[in-house]
C-alpha cells in the first residue's frame, strides 16, 4: 500500500495474516462447539453465580442484619466490591474512547473484550448499592419521578444519588459503545451463519449490509460516543470517590480523592483486562491479535497508573501530618499501624511496589510476570478500597464506638457470586460475539506496521502476500 | 379584578378572593355533589375496558389473595371511660417497690396500659429521679413469664387451680400445720406487716423471716448495739465535704441509691466556676464500683482487708490500737492522710462502708461519731426501712426447715433458693417442709420447689403502701385491672387468717384494707388535713404523704468493739462478687431491658464477666491478668467449684483481685433470662453467720477458650491513661501506644495525642480550674473561627425564629447510672436485640452512656458521656441521604423519616457521633417474613412478638421495620404533646412543658431540655458555663447538645 517503510513501528497484527484468516479466527469460535475448557469453566462459573443468587436473596429475606456491619461499620465488602468492580469497569472505556480519539491503533486487539469486561463490571458493581439497601423493595425511592407524595423528589445534595446517574449513564453509553461496534461483526457473522442462527444475527446486526452509508454512520456514531465517553471515564470513578470525599469522616474527607480514584481505576482496569487477555488469547489462541505489543503497552499505562496512585498515598499521609488535625492524623497512623494493619500494607506493597517491576522492558513483555502482576494489582485495589472504607469507619472520632468488621459467609458469598457472573457473562460473550473486533482489526492490518522492517521483521516481504 | 391576597394561593379563584370559593375551602368535606353525570363520563366505557378491568380485577385479586395478611381487631370503646380520652395520657401516682428497692413514680398510662414510669417531683426522698430498675419496671408487668393462674403442683407438674380451692386448702393447712414460717425480702408496707400480724395473730406459730439478697444485717446490727434501733439512719451526702465508702456502692445499689445520687452530687456539681467547690470522695474498695468510678481517689484494697482497712482509720481518728497487719502499705499511707482530712472536717465528713461484719460496722459508727457527723451527714433519728434483713434470722430459718420442724412455709415475693447466702441448703432443706406456698409471681427457682403458687399482683395492678423512711409514706395504686388470676399477696395472707378487716364481698378488698389502716393510723398524727376524705384523696392523687417528723435523738452509745474482723487471707488471689446497678442479686434478670443495659462500668450486657486487673506492660499493650483478654473464656475455681467464665480486663481493678457479679447464671428467670452467664451465690462466704461477697480460696486458669457472644458496647475503654515507659522510664500515653497493632521494626510507641488531643470529652480539676477554662475557651474559639470560614450560609437564621431545641449534659452531674438509657428505650420502643446481636454490635440503643477512663492506668478516673443524637444543626447525615429520609426542621430537630429510609446507612457512616441505629434484622418481629425474627435467648417466640409484651409500646412512637435508620429524635412526640396542649390552653410553651424521657428519668438532673431561644429558661442558663462545650465543634455540624467539662477533685498525693 501506501504506505511509508517504518523501522520502528512494529505490526499490531502478526501472523501474515489475510483478511480472510482474520474472520476464520476470529468469527470461528462462535460457530463451533464450545471446548472442554469453556464448558468446566462455564459450569463453574454458573454455579458460583448460583450460590452468589442465593446469598442476596438470603440477604433480602433475613435482613442486611445477614451480613457482619455494624453500628461502626456501616459499609463493608459490599462498598469496597462495589468500589473495586467500578474500577475494573474503567479500562474498557479509556481504551474505547481514549485511545480512539488518541488514535491508538493497537487498541483493536482488545478494545472488544475490554468494553465487554466494561458491562459486566458495571453490572456486579451496580448489584451492591442495590443489595446493600436495607428495603431494596422501596429502592425506587431514589429515582426522580413524579409522584404523589408532593411531589417528593431525592435528595439532590446526596452522592449517593450522584453515583445513580453516574453508573447508569456510563453502563448505558458503554453498552451502545460496545454494541455499536459489534454491529458489523454481527453481520460477518450472519454472512456465514445459516437458518435461524442467520435471523438472530441478522436482527442483532440491525440488517447491515457493509453499504459505504452504513460504514460512514457507523464511524461517525463511534466518534460521537467517544466523545461522550471520555469525560465519563473521568466523572464516574470522580463522582464515586464523592460518595467518601464528602463526608465528615477522617480519612473520607479529602479533596484528593478524585484523581486518586480514577488513577486507580484506570490502575485496577488494566490489570483486570490484562489478566482476561492472557488468558482469552491462549484459549482462544489469539496470540496473533493480542500481541506482546499490546500486553507491553498496557503495562506502561499501570507503570504510570500505579504511580500515581502511589505518590497519592504519600500525599494523603503527607497531608495528614501537615494538617496538625488529630483526627486526621489518626485515621492514617491508624490505616497503617492499626488493626487492620496487613490491609494498608498488602495494598501499598500491590500497588506501589510491585508494578515498578515495570520499569524493566523484559519484564514489562514477560506475560507470566505481566499476569502474576495483574492479580497482583487486583488483590491490592480490593485492599485498597478495604482500607478506605473499613478501616477508616473503624475508628473515627468517638472512641467508645470503635468495632471491628469482618465479613459474614454471605458476604463473602455475594463478592464470589460476582465473579460468578462476570465470568458467565464473559463465557457467553466468547461464544456469541467476536472476542476482538473483526471490522476493526482488519481495519488497522494494512495500516500499522505493514511495512516494518526493523529486526523483528518477518522474514518474507509481506506486501506481497496481499488479500485475496 | 377583586382584591388580591398576597399570599399562598391555590388557583385564579384563590387568588382573587373569589367569595363562593372561600367558602367552599373553608369546608372540611367538599359540598358538591357528585352527580350521575359525572360518574358516567368518569367512568364511561365500553366492553374492551370491561373485560380489561375484570382481567387487571383478577390478576389483582389473585396476587393479593396469595399474601396471607393476619386481620388485626381493634376494639373501640363502646362507653367512653370516664378518665380516658383516647391518644391522651393519664399519670397516676405510684410507688415502685422491689424488696427494699423504693422509687415514688408517676405511672403513664395509655388507654388504660401503663407504658411508662417517671418519677415524682413530690417525693421527698427521690426527688423525681428514678432508676434503671424502676423505668424497666413497667415491662416485667407484661413479662409472659407470669403465672397466669392459682397453680397446683400434680404428679404432672403445675396445674392451674381456683382461688377457692387454693383458699380451702390453705386454711385446713394452717390450720393443721405446727410452725408457720414466711420468708420475704425488706418490707416496708405499714399495711402488709399489719396484714402479717394479723396472720400471724390468727396462727401463733407463724413466724416471719426476712432476709435481703444482699445484706445489710451487720450494718443494722451495729446501729441496735449503738442506738438502741435496728435500723438504716438517713445520710446525707450532700451536706459532706469528705465522703470515705468503704466499698458502699452508694449511687448504684447500697440501700437508697436513687435518693444518694441526688444528694451527692449537690456537693459535686459547679453551678459558679469562679466560687467552684467540690466535695472529696475516696472509695475503698478493689473492683471498680460506680460509686468507685464516680470518686475522685481510689484507695485499693484486696476484699480480705476491708476489715484491717477500716481498723486503720478507726486507729487514725478515734484512736485505738487495733491489729491492721496484712493492709497493704499504700492503702495504709493513704487512709491515715484521709484520716486526717476528716478530722480537718468535723460534722462535714461522711464515712460509710458495705461491709458485712458487726465489728466493722461498729468502727464505721465510732468514726462517724467522733467526727461528729451524728446529726449533721448522717441521721439516726429518721431512720430507713430499706433493709431490714437478718441474716441470722434466715439461717436459723434453714436450721428449722432442714430439722424439719417447718410445717409450712410461705414464700413472699423472694426467691432464697436462688439469692440467699444458703441457697442451696434452703433448696434442699425445703423438701422437708411439708407445704410450700409462693406468693411470687413467676415460677422462679424457689417457686418451683413450692406446690401451691398463690400469684400477687405486679405492683403497678396492686394496692398498697410504703414507709420507705419513718414519716414518709408512699401509696401505690393500680393502673390498670389485674391482667392475670392474680390476687395480692398480703389478700391472700388475710383470707386464710379469716380476718376480720376484709371485706371479701368487696370488689377491692385489699384497697379497703389500706384506707383503713392510713384512717386508724396515718391519719390521725397528721394535722394538715382535717376530713379523711380530703387526706386520702390527696395522698392518692400526691402519690407520697410527708409526716414532718420532729428529730428525735442520735444519742450514740459506746460500745467496745469486739469480734472478728476480716482477716488479711494473704493469698495472691481474691475474688469479690458484687451487685450490678441494673440485675441486682437476680431479682431484675427476667428483665430483658436491664439485661440488655449496658454495666455502666464494663459497658457489658447479657451475662457477668471476671473483671480482671489490666496494666500497661511499659512498651505497647494493655495485658491482662495473665495474659487474658476481653472475651476470652477462663476456668474459674472457687473452693470445689467450676465455672466458665468470660474475661473482661477491667481498668481500676486492683492487682491480685478479680471480681464477678452476681445476680446472673439463673434458671427460673424465663426464657429469656435463664442461663444467662453464671451463678455465683453458692460461693459467698458466711462469717459468723453474714454474708460475705467475696472469696480468697480462688483460682483462674489459663484462657480455655473464647466467649461466643461477647456482648460489651464498648470495646476501647480509655481515653488517655497513662503508664511508664519501660525503654526510657518516662510517663506516656499507654493507650495511645496500645493502639499500635504492627510497628514494621520501628518501636513506634503510638502516636501520642491521638486520644488525649480529641474534642470529646474535657477534664480539669477543680483546684486548677481557671487554667482549664482559658484552655478550653481558647480551643474553643479557634474551632469557632474556623468554622466561620465558609461559604456555606446554612439556615441558622431560621432556627432564630420559633423553636429551637437544645439540650445540656452535665457530665459533673451524670454517675453513669443508665436509668435514661432504659427510660428511652421504654419512651421510644426501642427493641430488644438479645446477647448474640449486642456482641455483633447491633444494640439499638438511642441512648448510650460512654465511659472513659484517663489519668493513672494503674488507678484511673472515669468520665461518664450520656451520647445521644446531636441534633446537628449542619447534619453531615442529612446532606448524604439520597431520599431526604434524614432531613432537619425548622426548629433544629433532625428528623428521620422511617417510611422513606432505603436503608443506605450513608447517614450512620457520616454521623461523627455514631448515634445513628439500623434495624439490621426483624427487631420488632413485624416483618412480611414470619421465619426472620432473631431470638433475643432461648424464648419459643420471639421477644415482642407476643401481644402481651405489646403491650408496653407507646403509641405515639412508630415502631420502626427491618432496613431503616433510627435514633434519638429528642422525644419529638412529647415537644408535639407539649405544644399541642399549650394551644389547647392558648399560651405560649413555656419552660419545662417539654421534658425529655431520659431528662426526667434522671436521679441527678444531669441532662436539661428546652427551647435555646427562650433566653430566660433553665436550659439558656445553663448555656452560659464557661465550662461548656460541643463534643467535636471544629468539625462544624453545629450540634445542640452541649457538655460541660468533667471536673474531679483528686488528692495527688494520696496515689504516692
Known amino acids: 500500500m501506501s504506505a511509508v517503510v517504518s523501522p520502528i513501528r512494529k505490526p499490531l497484527v502478526t501472523g501474515h495474516k489475510t483478511y480472510h484468516q482474520i474472520t476464520e479466527d476470529l468469527i470461528s469460535p462462535t460457530e463451533k462447539a464450545p471446548t472442554k475448557a469453556w464448558t468446566i469453566g462455564f459450569i463453574i462459573s454458573v454455579a458460583v453465580l448460583a450460590y452468589g443468587v442465593f446469598c442476596i436473596l438470603w440477604t433480602i429475606y433475613v435482613g442486611i442484619g445477614s451480613w457482619n456491619l455494624n453500628r461502626t461499620v456501616n459499609w463493608g465488602w459490599d462498598i469496597t466490591n462495589f468500589v473495586w468492580w467500578i474500577g475494573i469497569g474503567h479500562a474498557g472505556t479509556l481504551i474505547s474512547a481514549i485511545l480512539l480519539l488518541f488514535r491508538q491503533k493497537w487498541r483493536t486487539g482488545v478494545n472488544r473484550a475490554a468494553e465487554a469486561m466494561t458491562i459486566f463490571a458495571v453490572m456486579c458493581a451496580g448489584l451492591f448499592p442495590l443489595i446493600h439497601m436495607g428495603r431494596i423493595w422501596l429502592g425506587m425511592f431514589i429515582l426522580p419521578y413524579p409522584n404523589t407524595r408532593g411531589p417528593l423528589w431525592p435528595n439532590f445534595n446526596s452522592p449517593l444519588l450522584w453515583d445513580v446517574f453516574a453508573i447508569s449513564t456510563y453502563l448505558t453509553v458503554s453498552l451502545l459503545f460496545w454494541y455499536t461496534g459489534l454491529v458489523p461483526d454481527f453481520a460477518t457473522i450472519r454472512d456465514r451463519a445459516k437458518g435461524m442462527r442467520r435471523k438472530i444475527y441478522n436482527t442483532l446486526s440491525f440488517g447491515w449490509t457493509g453499504s459505504a452509508k452504513h460504514w460512514q454512520r457507523w464511524e461517525s456514531l463511534s466518534l460521537v460516543l467517544a466523545g461522550l465517553s471520555t469525560p465519563l471515564v473521568l466523572s464516574v470513578h470522580t463522582i464515586v470517590s464523592f460518595d467518601f470525599a464528602t463526608s465528615v469522616i477522617p480519612g473520607w474527607h479529602t479533596t484528593i480523592f478524585p484523581p486518586y480514584f480514577v488513577a486507580g481505576a484506570i490502575f485496577s482496569g488494566f ?173 488497522i492490518l494494512k495500516t500499522g506496521g505493514d511495512q516494518y522492517v526493523g529486526e523483528n521483521a518477518p522474514k518474507a516481504h509481506h506486501h506481497h502476500h496481499e488479500s485475496h | 379584578m377583586k382584591h388580591q391576597i398576597d399570599n399562598i394561593w391555590i388557583g385564579q379563584k384563590d387568588l382573587e378572593n373569589d367569595k363562593d370559593f372561600i367558602a367552599e375551602s373553608n369546608l372540611e368535606v367538599s359540598q358538591q355533589a357528585v352527580t350521575a353525570a359525572d360518574m358516567t363520563e368518569h367512568l364511561a366505557g365500553n366492553r374492551r375496558d370491561f373485560l380489561k378491568f375484570l382481567g387487571f380485577g383478577l390478576g389483582a385479586a389473585t396476587v393479593a389473595a396469595g399474601c396471607d395478611i393476619p386481620v388485626k381487631r381493634a376494639i373501640p370503646y363502646v362507653v367512653k371511660p370516664e378518665a380516658i380520652v383516647p391518644g391522651v395520657a393519664n399519670y397516676y401516682a405510684s410507688s415502685f417497690v422491689n424488696g427494699g428497692d423504693f422509687c415514688s413514680i408517676l405511672v403513664k398510662t395509655r388507654e388504660g396500659r401503663p407504658i411508662k414510669i417517671e418519677g415524682n417531683d413530690l417525693s421527698p426522698l427521690t426527688k423525681g429521679g428514678t432508676s434503671a430498675r424502676t423505668q424497666a419496671s413497667v415491662l416485667s408487668l407484661y413479662d409472659t413469664n407470669r403465672v397466669a393462674s392459682p397453680l397446683m403442683k400434680g404428679n404432672e407438674g403445675w396445674k392451674s387451680s381456683s382461688w377457692a380451692d387454693v383458699d380451702k386448702m390453705m386454711m385446713t393447712t394452717c390450720q393443721s400445720s405446727g410452725n408457720i414460717r414466711i420468708v420475704s425480702n425488706t418490707n416496708m408496707s405499714p399495711s402488709s406487716k399489719k396484714a402479717l400480724s394479723e396472720f400471724s395473730a390468727k396462727y401463733p406459730n407463724a413466724k416471719w423471716v426476712v432476709y435481703d439478697p444482699v445484706s445489710y444485717s451487720a450494718l443494722l446490727e451495729a446501729n441496735a448495739q449503738n ?116 478530722k480537718a472536717n468535723p460534722g462535714a465528713g461522711l464515712v460509710v462502708s458495705g461491709s458485712n461484719v458487726v465489728a466493722e460496722q461498729l468502727m464505721v459508727n465510732a468514726i462517724n461519731n467522733v467526727l461528729g457527723n451524728y446529726g449533721t451527714t448522717i441521721n439516726m433519728s429518721v431512720t430507713s426501712h430499706q433493709a431490714q434483713g437478718s441474716d441470722a434470722d434466715f439461717a436459723a430459718l434453714v436450721t428449722e426447715m432442714k430439722a424439719g420442724s417447718v410445717d409450712l412455709i410461705i414464700v413472699m415475693n423472694a426467691n432464697p433458693a436462688y439469692d440467699a447466702p444458703m441457697a442451696k441448703d434452703f433448696a434442699g432443706a425445703l423438701a422437708k417442709v411439708k407445704n410450700k406456698v409462693s406468693f411470687n409471681g413467676t415460677v422462679d427457682e424457689t417457686t418451683e420447689l413450692c406446690d401451691i403458687i398463690a400469684p400477687g399482683h405486679h405492683f403497678l395492678e396492686s394496692w398498697g403502701d410504703v414507709e420507705a423512711k419513718e414519716g414518709m409514706f408512699s401509696l401505690i395504686q393500680p393502673t390498670i385491672a389485674p391482667l392475670f388470676d392474680t390476687r395480692q399477696a398480703e389478700l391472700s395472707l388475710l383470707i386464710w387468717a379469716e380476718s376480720a378487716n376484709v371485706d371479701k364481698i368487696n370488689p377491692q378488698p385489699y384497697y379497703e384494707y389500706v384506707k383503713n389502716n392510713w384512717k386508724n393510723t396515718v ?35 459506746a460500745v467496745t468493739i469486739s469480734g472478728d474482723i476480716t ?51 511499659g512498651v505497647k499493650t494493655m495485658v491482662g491478668f495473665q495474659d487474658l483478654k476481653d472475651g476470652d473464656l477462663v476456668e474459674l475455681n472457687i473452693g470445689a ?416
Not at chain 2, 464477678?660 to 460461693?683: E, F, H, K, M
Open chain 2, 523 to 557: 391519719f390521725p398524727v397528721q394535722n394538715k388535713v382535717s376530713s379523711f376524705t380530703g387526706f386520702w384523696d390527696s395522698c392518692v392523687h400526691d402519690g407520697v404523704f410527708n409526716l414532718d417528723k420532729s428529730s428525735g435523738s442520735n444519742s450514740f452509745t
Open chain 1, 271 to 443: 490489570a483486570m483486562v490484562l489478566t482476561l487477555m492472557i488468558i482469552t488469547r491462549k484459549l482462544l489462541k489469539l496470540e496473533d491479535y493480542i500481541t506482546i505489543e499490546h500486553i507491553e503497552s498496557m503495562n506502561k499505562v499501570i507503570l504510570v497508573t500505579g504511580s500515581i496512585v502511589g505518590v497519592a498515598y504519600l500525599t494523603e499521609l503527607f497531608i495528614a501530618w501537615y494538617s496538625g488535625y488529630v483526627y486526621e492524623q489518626f485515621a492514617f497512623f491508624n490505616r497503617a499501624l492499626g488493626p487492620y494493619w496487613w490491609s494498608y500494607f498488602g495494598m501499598m506493597f500491590c500497588n506501589v511496589v510491585s508494578p515498578q517491576l515495570f520499569w524493566k522492558k523484559s519484564w514489562r513483555r514477560n506475560i507470566t510476570i505481566t499476569f502474576l502482576m495483574s492479580i497482583f494489582i487486583n488483590i491490592g485495589m480490593w485492599f485498597e478500597r478495604f482500607v478506605i472504607i473499613a478501616t477508616t469507619l473503624a475508628r473515627d472520632y468517638l472512641p467508645s464506638s470503635w468495632s471491628l468488621y469482618s465479613p459474614s459467609w454471605v458476604e463473602i458469598g455475594i463478592y464470589l457470586g460476582t465473579f460468578g457472573l462476570f465470568f458467565t457473562c464473559f463465557l457467553i460473550f466468547t461464544r456469541v460475539a467476536p472476542v476482538v473486533a473483526v471490522a476493526e482489526v482488519k481495519h
Open chain 2, 641 to 1056: 467449684s467450676k465455672y466458665t467464665v468470660p474475661v473482661m480486663q477491667q481498668f481500676g481493678q486492683m492487682p491480685g483481685t478479680v471480681a464477678i457479679a452476681l445476680g446472673y447464671g439463673r434458671t427460673g428467670a424465663g426464657a429469656t433470662g435463664n442461663n444467662i452467664g453464671v451463678n455465683i451465690n453458692p460461693d459467698v462466704l458466711l462469717m459468723n453467720g453474714y454474708r460475705q461477697n467475696f472469696n480468697t480460696n480462688v483460682s483462674i486458669s489459663q484462657k480455655t477458650g473464647e466467649e461466643k457472644d461477647f456482648s460489651c458496647v464498648q470495646y476501647h475503654h480509655t481515653i488517655g491513661v497513662k503508664g511508664i515507659d519501660t525503654a526510657t522510664g518516662k510517663e506516656i500515653n499507654a493507650d495511645e501506644a496500645a493502639l499500635v497493632f504492627f510497628d514494621y521494626f520501628t518501636g513506634v510507641k503510638g502516636f501520642q495525642g491521638a486520644l488525649t488531643e480529641r474534642s470529646v470529652v474535657y477534664t480539669a480539676h477543680v483546684n486548677d480550674l481557671a487554667n482549664s477554662i482559658e484552655g478550653l475557651t481558647k480551643k474553643r474559639k479557634h474551632a469557632q473561627h474556623l468554622n466561620e470560614q465558609q461559604i456555606y450560609r446554612g439556615f441558622d437564621h431560621n432556627y432564630k425564629l420559633g423553636h429551637h431545641w437544645g439540650m445540656h449534659v452535665d457530665l459533673n452531674a451524670c454517675i453513669g447510672c443508665g436509668a435514661c438509657t432504659v427510660a428511652c428505650m421504654a419512651e421510644n420502643n426501642v427493641p430488644v436485640v438479645g446477647k448474640h446481636e449486642v456482641a455483633r454490635h447491633h444494640e439499638m440503643s438511642w441512648l448510650r452512656i460512654d465511659r472513659y477512663f484517663y489519668g493513672d492506668v494503674e488507678n484511673p478516673n472515669t468520665i461518664y458521656q450520656p451520647m445521644m443524637c446531636q441534633h446537628c444543626d449542619n447534619a453531615p447525615c442529612e446532606n448524604v441521604c439520597p431520599v431526604n429520609a434524614s432531613n432537619h426542621s425548622s426548629e433544629g430537630l433532625n428528623q428521620m423519616a422511617y417510611n422513606r429510609c432505603i436503608g443506605t446507612r450513608y447517614c450512620a457512616n457520616n454521623c461523627p457521633y455514631k448515634v445513628r441505629r439500623f434495624n439490621w434484622l426483624d427487631y420488632t418481629t413485624a416483618d412480611i417474613f414470619p421465619g426472620n425474627q432473631p431470638k433475643v435467648a432461648a424464648e419459643s417466640t420471639p421477644f415482642g412478638a407476643d401481644n402481651l409484651t405489646r403491650m408496653v409500646l407507646n403509641p405515639d412512637v412508630t415502631v420502626r421495620s427491618r432496613g431503616v435508620i433510627e435514633k434519638c429524635s429528642f422525644c419529638v412526640q412529647r415537644i408535639q404533646e407539649g405544644k399541642l396542649a399549650a394551644k389547647v390552653e392558648g399560651r405560649s410553651l413555656v419552660d419545662g412543658d417539654v421534658k425529655t424521657a431520659c431528662q426526667t428519668s434522671c436521679p441527678t438532673g444531669a441532662i436539661t431540655f428546652g427551647d435555646m431561644n427562650h433566653k430566660d429558661d433553665l436550659l439558656s442558663n445553663k448555656l452560659e458555663s464557661p465550662l461548656n462545650y460541643i463534643a467535636l465543634e471544629e468539625i462544624n455540624v453545629r450540634s445542640s447538645v452541649t457538655y460541660t467539662m468533667k471536673v474531679n477533685n483528686r488528692d495527688k498525693s494520696l496515689d504516692a
Open chain 2, 567 to 617: 482477716k488479711p487471707s494473704g493469698k495472691e488471689l481474691e475474688i469479690s462478687f458484687f451487685e450490678t446497678v441494673h440485675i441486682g442479686n437476680g431479682q431484675y434478670a427476667s428483665n430483658p431491658w436491664l439485661m440488655e443495659m449496658p454495666d455502666p462500668v464494663t459497658r457489658t450486657t447479657w451475662g457477668n464477666y471476671l473483671a480482671v486487673p489490666v496494666n500497661f506492660d
Open chain 2, 227 to 342: 442506738f438502741g434501733k435496728r435500723a438504716v439512719p438517713s445520710y446525707h451526702f450532700d451536706k459532706a465535704n469528705v465522703i470515705v465508702s468503704f466499698n458502699a456502692d452508694f449511687l448504684g445499689t447500697w440501700i437508697s441509691p436513687i435518693e444518694f445520687a441526688g444528694d451527692y452530687i449537690k456537693n459535686r456539681r459547679i453551678d459558679d466556676v469562679t466560687k467552684a467547690k467540690m466535695s472529696r470522695h475516696i472509695q475503698v474498695e478493689s473492683h471498680m464500683s460506680m460509686t468507685g468510678s464516680n470518686a475522685d481517689n481510689r484507695i485499693l484494697v484486696k476484699p480480705s482487708e476491708q476489715g484491717v482497712a477500716i481498723a486503720h482509720l478507726y486507729n487514725t481518728i478515734v484512736g485505738g490500737n487495733i491489729s491492721t497487719s496484712g493492709l497493704n502499705d499504700k492503702a495504709k499511707k493513704a487512709l491515715t492522710k484521709v484520716g486526717g482530712e476528716l
